[in-house]
């Protein structure tokens, strides 16, 4: 950091009644530093005034944060080459999970349909049929 020794500010009138605060600003980071920004208040009362500030920033320490994913990159990463290592043992097992997923959905989209009738599932001729049946039943 640089060292300023002397800022000059701009005059004031002199007014024993007059507050004035002189704050130090900074645009380092705080997220990055740890400093405190100090101020001097002071009365307009004399011709000249000095003011020592003590700027000292001290750059904070960066400690990753743990979080779930810093735990299981390690167990993942070693399941990841295992199973590349040993992709010709794993290979039949992925397929025959996929057709089972497979033949899973198939039945499942088979049974949701269980129930609503769509156009094309629609056959006329079943329809007549079995109102002609319930005719000929309510007659007897």
């Not at 980071?29 to 101020?39: M, P």
């Amino acid at each position: 950091m640089e060292k300023s020794l002397i800022f000059f500010l701009p005059s004031l009138e002199i007014n024993p009644r007059a507050n004035y605060i002189v704050r130090l600003s900074s645009t380092l980071s705080r997220a990055s530093y740890e400093y405190d920004l100090a101020e001097k208040n002071f009365l307009a009362d004399t011709h000249h005034k000095h003011f020592t500030f003590n700027f000292n920033p001290k750059r904070k320490s960066i400690d990753q944060e743990l979080n779930r994913g810093s735990f299981l990159i390690l167990p993942v990463t070693l399941l990841l080459v295992t199973v590349i290592y040993n992709y010709k043992s794993i290979l039949p097992f992925l397929l025959q999970a996929r057709s089972y997923l497979q033949s899973l959905m198939n039945k499942h989209t088979a049974n949701s349909n269980n129930g609503n009738v769509y156009a094309e599932d629609f056959d006329e001729t079943d329809y007549d049929t079995t109102i002609s049946k319930k005719k000929k039943s309510r007659r007897a």
